[in-house]
């Protein structure tokens, strides 16, 4: 097993290498669209902003700016299951560039210090059968956008969750709770931005923004790239909820 640092190392150079040799695609259609673009004009008209961006889920003000669902919901699922880390890229701006505007007027994170941008872990076994981890390239995203340090190995999921499928919500947000830890800190992390692809019930965000704040964080901000209804994003073995 790698280093966790190594690890968000290669993911980048993968990431960067795909970018490279991809032809510029719709990241949902796949229609050639001849530029830098996410989404081709067709694809990029079935994508909706949240209209509340902010939104309290289990107890934690979520950041989320679109919605999950039109062209948008089939870029991330290629994204996160499909092999298509090259993704990581233009989606990572989609995130960072909204997130950059909102907190523009937070006025808790208007605080002097370092900005730490701090992926949802995946189990060690699923990023080996992925190869990548879909929140740490969005994640790499927004550390550059926000002039911050992308940090991989601060979290971890030292367990294999059991499957949530077929589980009962209560045991579902039971086993979340559980599933994340954060190491000593090396350095007092001020501000922190916790970064996840998609959010449903907000318990995987709730889980690591707590063991993140335990861990010595004073602002956490636990964003993702879109909001999905849970009836939506039913959770199977791989995510969380
Ligand atoms: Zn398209």
Request: hydrophobic share 45%; glycine share 10%; proline share 10%.
């Amino acid at each position: 097993m790698l280093p966790a640092l190594a690890r968000g190392f290669l993911e980048g150079v993968v990431a960067a290498a795909s970018d490279f040799l991809a032809p510029p695609r719709c990241a949902a259609c796949l229609a050639e669209t001849g530029r830098r673009a996410v989404l081709c004009p067709g694809c990029a008209q079935t994508t909706e902003r949240n209209p509340s961006p902010f939104t309290m889920l289990q107890g934690e003000r979520v950041f989320a700016p679109y919605l999950y669902g039109g062209a948008l919901r089939q870029a991330v699922v290629r994204f996160k299951y499909g092999g298509a880390p090259h993704l990581g890229r233009p989606l990572g701006d989609l995130l960072a560039g909204a997130l950059a505007t909102a907190l523009a007027d937070d006025p808790l994170w208007r605080i002097d210090g370092p900005i730490e941008v701090v992926p949802v872990p995946i189990h060690p076994r699923r990023l080996v059968q992925r190869g990548y981890n879909s929140p740490a390239l969005l994640g790499s995203r927004v550390a550059e956008a926000l002039g911050g340090t992308l940090v991989t190995d601060w979290l971890s999921r030292p367990l294999d969750a059991a499957p949530q499928a077929g589980k009962g919500r209560a045991a579902r947000l039971r086993d979340v709770q559980h599933a994340f830890v954060a190491a000593p800190p090396r350095v007092v992390a001020t501000r922190v931005v916790l970064v996840d692809d998609v959010v449903t019930t907000g318990a995987t965000l709730h889980a690591c923004a707590g063991a993140l704040r335990r861990g010595g964080a004073r602002v956490v901000r636990p964003v993702a790239l879109c909001c999905a209804l849970a009836e939506n994003f039913p959770p199977g073995p791989q995510d969380g909820v």
